[in-house]
C-alpha cells in the first residue's frame, strides 16, 4: 500500500505561482511512478504530469509547470508557473508502477489540493 498526501493548493491571481507537493509513505520506492492530475468542476480527470525518472507533461503544462521528484524524501513537486484561469481545478497526486495518462491505471490516490486561479 502506498500512502500520498498533497499539499500547496490555494488561490492565485493569472501569472502567478503555485507549488504542490505530495508525499508518499508506505510501500515507496524509487521504480514507482508518480504523477498528478486535475478534474476542473463537470470535467473528466485530466493527466497534467508524472515521473518515474524522466518527466512528462501534457500540452497545456509544458514550458509553465515542473515536476521535481526527490526519492530521499519520497515526495514530488509540481511547479506551475504563468498559472491561467483555466488550471483551475482540484489537483490529485497519483502513483502507479508505470506512468501512463489514463487515470484509470493508477492505484493509489491523494485526496487532492485546490487550486483557483482568478483572472
Known amino acids: 500500500q502506498v500512502q500520498l498526501e498533497e499539499s500547496g493548493g490555494g488561490l492565485v491571481r493569472t501569472g502567478g505561482s503555485l507549488r504542490l507537493s505530495c508525499r508518499a509513505s508506505g510501500r515507496t520506492d524509487s521504480n514507482l511512478a508518480m504523477g498528478w492530475f486535475r478534474q476542473a468542476p463537470g470535467k473528466p480527470f485530466e493527466f497534467v504530469a508524472g515521473t518515474r525518472g524522466y518527466p512528462y507533461y501534457s500540452e497545456s503544462a509544458a514550458g509553465r509547470f515542473t515536476i521535481a521528484r526527490d526519492n530521499a524524501e519520497n515526495t514530488v513537486t509540481l511547479q506551475m508557473d504563468s498559472l491561467r484561469p483555466e488550471d483551475t481545478a482540484v489537483y490529485y497526486c497519483?502513483?502507479?508502477?508505470?506512468?501512463?495518462?489514463?487515470?484509470?491505471?493508477?492505484?493509489?490516490w491523494g485526496q487532492g489540493t485546490r487550486v483557483s486561479v482568478s483572472s
Open positions: 497519483a502513483a502507479d508502477g508505470r506512468i501512463t495518462t489514463d487515470s484509470k491505471t493508477y492505484t493509489y
